[in-house]
């Protein structure tokens, strides 16, 4: 099967601070997306980036970036300036040839 | 432009009984996911509908169904209702115009199963 993986079940990190989230995943395609995906305790789940396989450039916006490294199969979240706000399930996923798949989410508490 | 709507919000049935959610995409959006969310599964993708045809479908039993009608509204069905399907059903849409094929997502709806 071809899946995603997030080996974080949890982490914290204090507010202002710089946080990395991992994800790795398998494929078979050549091109592919990659989503990092934010469902706070309300549970709407809302996009955060987005970055296509064949972009070399690695994807930001504002406090949120990724490191990816295609080779790895690795596409990592950084979030820097962590807010209260960013407190949340992050859940990475990959689309291929129309089939989306997600990590199991890794729960990120900021603290005060 | 409205979000994704899903109705009902909260369901409470019994086993044995049969439910139908509904999910309203984004206006324009033709494709529409669904998804099941549980504490001990995480996200499985159950099926996705375009043009009211299903193009793929996930690794789920019979007892779950879908349609999409003409419209691009969708209904999942599930029957013989089974204490494990008691979950957090997503739904999502996406426009296949845009090369991302990005996923909106709805509030979900919140099926018990007692």
Redesign the interface.
Known sequence: AQTVTQSQPEMSVQEAETVTLSCTYDTSESNYYLFWYKQPPSRQMILVIRQEAYKQQNATENRFSVNFQKAAKSFSLKISDSQLGDTAMYFCARRSNNDMRFGAGTRLTVKP | KAGVTQTPRYLIKTRGQQVTLSCSPISGHRSV?W?QQTPGQ??Q?LF?YFSETQ??KGNFPGRFSGRQFSNSRSEMNVSTLELGDSA?Y?C?SSSRDQ??????????TRLTVL
Request: proline share 5%.
């Open positions: 996911s998804y995480g996200l993708f996705e193009r793929n957090l997503l999502a090369s991302y094929n990005e996923q909106f997502f709805g509030p979900g």
